[in-house]
């Protein structure tokens, strides 16, 4: 049995956040990574980063912000290729939803490409419903839908 955990970032993470912004790099083409600006987003007081070790390996992480007191987001959801369909993407966004909650505020939001069935399959089933199309989100070619979660509906 694996040995899993999921840990939030401080500031005495050095080696994680050269993993984390390996993987950002590795994941995300280079105009959607926060690779470049990784550690000053981390800095940001209203900012929060949960990763996820499996037997003491970086498996995948999650970062979230809480711009004001009405909407969080989650910005970053990446899980490493062979940890893939284990449940730890949905591990990372429910610890995630539950950071945000604890901040009172009464919706979560979240872009995602429509092309990316499981993480949109994921979303939904953990209550986000589609809000709009944002044409060009990411590329010129590439849309994103735009997803909210209400915690007072939910």
């Known amino acids: 049995m694996a040995n899993v955990a999921i840990r939030e970032l401080d500031k005495n993470c050095g080696k994680v956040v050269a993993e984390i912004v390996k993987l950002e790099r590795k994941i995300f083409p280079k105009h959607e990574s926060l690779a470049s600006f990784f550690e000053s987003e981390l800095k940001n007081k209203k900012s929060g980063l949960l990763y996820l070790q499996v037997d003491g390996q970086l498996a995948g992480y999650v970062m979230y ?84 979660l209400d915690f007072d509906s939910s």
């Open 65 to 148: 912000s809480w711009p004001s007191s009405l909407y969080a987001s989650i910005t970053k959801l990446a899980v490493k290729e062979q940890w893939r369909r284990q449940g730890h993407g949905e591990v990372l966004l429910k610890a995630a939803i539950e950071k945000c909650r604890t901040r009172k505020v009464s919706r979560i939001m979240l872009h995602v490409d429509p092309l990316r069935t499981p993480a949109l399959n994921l979303y939904k089933k953990h209550g986000f419903q589609v809000d709009c199309l944002v044409q060009s989100y990411y590329s010129s070619d590439r849309n994103a839908y735009r997803m909210y």
